[in-house]
């Protein structure tokens, strides 16, 4: 739980100290010792050594409500940024004191300590926890007890590129510990994204979706354009303008959502928010394995399996360690296709794996590198065609692959005054997708054909970031950021499965580069109220050659075009701390995209379409109020924040009337809404969590490129949605807990495309889960019902470009499923 601080001893296999840390050890030991004959107790002797160093000690906002000592003193390390090391130790236990105000460390650690706990400075970063009388007789044994398990209150974000609490944090995130998604029995971000308020996403198939923060979406298809939320694993944006690689959320640290635009720390792409998944680090302190199988059925009797594997070596005397995760996914098919005989046709396997090392080296200074590979294979589309409630009558199979690699390396050094890390990374990201194209293009309507659409994206980031260390009354951040993306995609329509012929209808490249400065600046006015200002200063290029344009009539050139666009996201905000976890803020940030080029519309072969030839750079800004409140003795907390977003020249991807893609600016767009969430926790036995969003997305104004309703909202996002997670723990036995959990959600109606239409509805359902739990000291095992009630509601009503406008298309939840789940820890 908290940091081995520097020059801590380590024990070899006999138990005695050994290296750097014994010396260390035995050096305090002396002064120690000629301190205690004149300290008549252990605290007294803290008190002198922390006062012999306070005058090195620069002063800190330390705001800490009385809390668990063990949750106070993760929250005191974040906000004094120093290392706590010895804890636990016997006779140390109970409540913590409320400290607020500016105080040096060691001031502000004995002010927060309750009886029994004292304390001593190892350095000037790290602080050791020690008692100060003997340890009580241990309590007797209650009826029924439950485990300790971390609440909001423990879990530290980075979001906002340096470590914060999360509660009492005075922006908008959310974040699940490693632990929470093991007990969702969540595989993938999709798994989760109900549980994070005002967080939706498409459903068109593994590896194919998009992600919406906030209401904030630019149509459900997935196009030219680049995407509304950014996707980080770790600090290394894994997607531009392709879909979610639905990357398995396999030995993860936590799962973290910012709200609302995000455009001066993260730049472009990320106007609704970003969704970081956080990999477990290397742990240079100790060996770690683990093991996790899953077995699965469906209500129709199709079969499902998983599995993964974890391996933590730590190397050169516990200075360095590698960590790797290796697993494989068969998913179940559940569509039948009449029309081919064919039963289960939608499944598919995922398969990958990361490796990743670490080092530390002298001064201070830390490496990291990271591998990591990922493989999805599907079988075909999971939408519904023809009138069944799992079926589709299509007449070719349509399959799809996602390959993605991850290549990735940092330098950090955390200094006294100022921290600072830099990182490069390549991401290699492919996918490839068949269509049914029969009767499509200058095809005859029986005649059956193929269109196979590919994406291949390389993109390589580089990025340094500089922040002051600790938490003083001024803080600030500086980075500089730059990426360089290559991307080649391809249209061939395939006519040869009834005699006809391969023909290209495209084929590009497209190059986009960014480049950034940025930085934060932090004041704390007073110890309550804390000002942040701060900006980005960007430019982009894009540069398209397309060409291979077999189907146009008459023949056209290729065509080549570059767009440079650059600007400034500001950002500010304003926070009151009436209490350590009372805060109430107010702020205002942007977010921005850049714009693109199409492929001619004479490409499909047809005369007289709408030239689309370019779509413009898009921005948002938005405003928020919003806070959090610990109610009933910190029992239930509360978090919430309304926002107004404006979004100007709204970037959407849509689709011509002979199914090739199209961008374009289809106008003005807004967003008004409140969101909320709550962890109420009466007990060591009971956990309830809700959130729920509830807004106002919207046109505010159309262009004429595109048909488009100002009455029915931003397509593929729901007005409201509301989630549930109630969890009861309890010990079976001495050595056995369990636990009982339930997840329900709702998601509100939305449309598929900006012109509504009945046709085009979905949403208005309601899905739930339920789960048992044992969990020994070395294992776990989960059963658990997924969508318990068998509801088929439709989630996208979606699936191919070609036919959607000929026939009704759908996307229903899977059906009712049982599922086993182990893990083996060594």
Known sequence: MFDRPRGESRRDGSGRETGEGAILAGAHQLIAGSRLARCRSLMACGLVLAAGSARAEPAHIFRLPPQPVDTALVRFGVQAGVSIGGFPVAGCAGRSHAVLGVLTPSEALRRLLPAGCGFERVDARAFRIIAVRPAPPPPAPAVVSAPATADLSEVVVTAERRREPLRGSPFAVSALTGDEVEQLNANSFADIALQFPGVAETNLGPGRNKIFIRGISDGAFTGRTQATVGLYLDDVPITYNAPDPDLRLADVERVEVLRGPQGTLYGSGSIGGIVRIVTARPDPTRLVAAIELEGMLNEHN?????????????????????????????????????????????????????????????????????????SIATAD???????????????????????????????????????????????????????????????????????????????????????????????????????????????????????????????????????????????????????????????????????????????????????????????????????????????????????????????????????????????????????????????????????????????????????????????????????????????????????????????????????????????????????????????????????????????????LTFDGGTATAMGDYAEGRISATVRGATWDVQAYVANVTDEAGDTFAFGNPFSRLRSQQATPLPPRTYGLAMKRRF
């Open 381 to 751: 589309s999971q939408y519904t065609q023809g009138g069944g409630r799992l079926s589709r009558d299509t007449g070719i199979r349509e399959p799809h692959d996602n390959d993605f690699t991850q290549i990735g390396a940092s330098l950090s050094h955390a200094g006294s005054t100022a921290s600072l890390r830099v990182s490069a990374a390549y991401i290699d990201h492919d996918l490839s997708t068949r269509y049914d194209a029969t009767g499509a293009f200058d095809l005859g309507p029986s005649m059956t054909a193929a269109f196979d659409e590919a994406q291949g994206v390389e993109l390589w980031v580089a990025e340094a970031v500089a922040s002051s260390a600790g938490a003083g009354r001024i803080r600030w951040l500086a980075g500089a950021f730059g990426s360089y993306s290559r991307e080649a995609s391809s249209g061939v329509l395939d006519a040869d499965l009834s005699g006809g012929a391969r023909r290209s209808v495209f084929a590009r490249r497209d190059r986009l580069s960014e480049a950034a400065v940025f930085g934060e600046l932090t004041y704390e006015l007073t110890p309550r109220l804390t000002a942040t200002i701060g900006g980005r200063l960007f430019a982009t290029r894009v540069e398209t050659r397309s060409g291979g344009f077999d189907l146009a009539r008459p023949a056209i050139a290729d065509v080549y075009a570059h767009l440079t666009d650059e600007g400034f996201a500001p950002k500010a905000r304003l926070s009151y701390a009436f209490a350590p976890d009372l805060v109430l803020y107010a702020q205002i940030q942007d977010g921005y995209r850049a714009g693109g080029f199409n492929v001619p519309a004479e490409a499909d072969g047809t005369i007289g379409g709408v030239e689309v030839p370019d779509y413009r750079p898009d921005r948002l800004r938005s405003y928020e109020i919003g806070g959090e409140a610990p109610l009933f003795d910190g029992a239930l907390t509360l978090r919430a924040a309304l926002f107004r977003a404006v979004w100007r020249n709204v970037q959407t991807d849509q689709f011509r009337p002979s199914g090739l893609p199209v961008s374009l600016n289809i106008g003005d767009g807004s967003n008004t809404g409140l969101e909320a969430e709550a962890v109420w926790r009466p007990d060591a036995h009971w956990r309830l969590r809700l959130s729920g969003l509830f807004d106002e997305p919207e046109l505010t104004r159309t262009s004429n490129e595109f048909p488009a309703r100002v009455d029915i909202g931003l397509p593929g996002v729901a007005k409201q949605n509301v989630s549930v997670d109630v969890t009861y723990r309890f010990r079976l036995a001495a050595s056995l807990q369990a636990e009982m959990s339930a997840q329900a959600a709702y998601v509100g109606r939305s449309y």
């Open 302 to 374: 199709d079969k499902s399996s998983g599995a993964e594997g974890m391996l933590n070596l730590p190397l050169m005397n516990g200075r360095a360690a590698i960590r790797g995760v290796a697993y494989i996914d068969e998913l179940a098919g559940y569509l039948d296709n009449p029309v081919l005989g064919l039963e289960d046709v939608n499944h598919g396997r995922r398969s990958g794996g990361r490796l990743s090392g670490l080092v530390d080296l002298p001064d201070g200074w830390q490496a990291q590198a990271v591998f990591g590979t990922q």
